[in-house]
């Protein structure tokens, strides 16, 4: 009984449609902000190095360096206060937090972009079949002038 009003009342509280976002994505995050009786939007960027919780109290941790000094912010994903959320790009991974990057500095913060369009794989696998003919085709021309 009682899961299943938790349940409604998460679905209340819950947003209709969020971004799909992974941990490693740079994002912007727009926020509401509230100076007095005015209400303004305030863009956050940066990298996702994890995300905690379900439903309705899930977050994420967004990081971004701000003169050469390491800022990071946890949102709530389903807040009101938050307008938006954009994906600038994705970032290649392969762990479920991205805790290592608040030891590193400089270019080693950086992350290899995945590419996840459906037509840029085929372009690199026929890419990747292309040099692999010309490799097989030079150790043949190599073993024949032998």
């Known amino acids: 009984m009682q899961n299943r009003l938790m349940g409604v009342v998460e679905q209340a509280t819950m947003k209709s449609s969020t971004p799909p976002f992974d941990i490693g994505d740079t994002v912007d995050v727009h926020v509401r902000i509230l100076e007095g009786d005015k209400e303004r939007i305030q863009i956050f960027n940066g990298v996702v190095i994890g995300r905690s919780g379900s439903g309705s ?31 600038k790009r994705s970032g290649k991974v392969r762990r479920a937090k991205l805790y290592y990057l608040r030891q590193r500095s400089g270019k080693s913060v950086r992350l290899k972009e995945r590419f996840s369009s459906t037509g840029t794989s085929t372009e690199a696998k026929a890419a990747k079949a292309e040099r692999r003919a010309a490799r097989v085709a030079k150790k043949e021309k190599a073993k024949a002038g032998v």
Do not use: Y
């Open 57 to 87: 109290r899930e977050m994420f941790i967004v990081r971004r360096i701000v003169q050469g000094e390491g800022v990071e912010r946890k949102f709530p994903l389903h807040s009101p206060r938050i307008a938006d959320i954009i994906v």
